[in-house]
Structure formats: C-alpha cells, structure tokens
C-alpha cells in the first residue's frame, strides 16, 4: 500500500468511524474550563462545532457535532482523537503545525511524528478549495482552546 492509499484510507475511515462526534449529553469533568466555537464554510456548507474542555493545563475532552464532506468530517475526528491529553501550548503547536502544511499549497511536509493521522491531510494543500474543509475543525478547536484558558 503507497502512502498516498493510507492516507486515503485514513480519511475514510475517520469520516465513517467520527471519533469524538456528539455534543449532546457529554458533559465536561467538573472543574474543567469550557470553551465551544461554532464554524461554518459558507462556500460549501461545512460546519462545525466543537467543545473542548480544559483541565490542569491539560486538553480533558474534545466533543463536536458537524456536517459536511468526508474531509472535514474526518479532519474533526482525527482533532479530537488526538487533542485530549495534550497540554494546551501543545495542541496550539499542533494546531499552527497543521495549518503551516495545509497552507503551503503543498511545500511543507506533514511530519507524522507530529501530526499523527492529521498528517494524512497533506495532499489537501494542493486543493486550496479544500484546504478550509480540512481546517474548519482546527480552527473552531484554536478558539475554544483560547475561550477556556
């Protein structure tokens, strides 16, 4: 399998398996900072919105809710499986690595040992009609992050 296929297989299967997807009932362990931001891509109709709940300086949960095309789905299921237990400078430095790559039309590498599965949405940078599918989760995370700290 060439590394284009996983990755392929990578978003597919974050965009059927959704982890983190749901709002409704989770509830953020007590004593977490919340922070919610909601985000819409008005030229396709991407949206999403995602709760993230901070706690000793550390990412607790990430929960959202969203509706879109497979790779902005995927994008916010890849964010929350690996945002919690992160420190709060660290899913920034994650966050602001991601949108370097998807930004660079595709001259940055993703470097998996930083990025993990997100390193899967690197062929997007040469897409700059999808690059904003990819990042509208990341995006919604950055200022949730910055609403609970």
Sequence with gaps: MSLDQLYQ???LDHSKARHG?????????AGASTGQSHQLNPVCGDEVTLR????DGKVAQ??????????SMASASVLSEM????TVDELHAVIDTFRDVLRSRGKVHADPDVLGDAAAFEGVARYAAR???????WVAAE????QAA
């Design 83 to 86: 945002a919690e237990g992160l």
């Design 62 to 71: 990430v929960a959202w809710d969203g509706a879109g095309c497979s790779i």
């Design 131 to 137: 690059v904003k599918c990819a990042m509208i989760s």
């Design 9 to 11: 297989q990578i978003i």
């Design 21 to 29: 997807s749901g709002l409704a009932g989770v509830n953020a362990p």
């Design 143 to 146: 200022d949730a992050l910055n």
């Design 52 to 55: 993230v709940a901070v706690e």
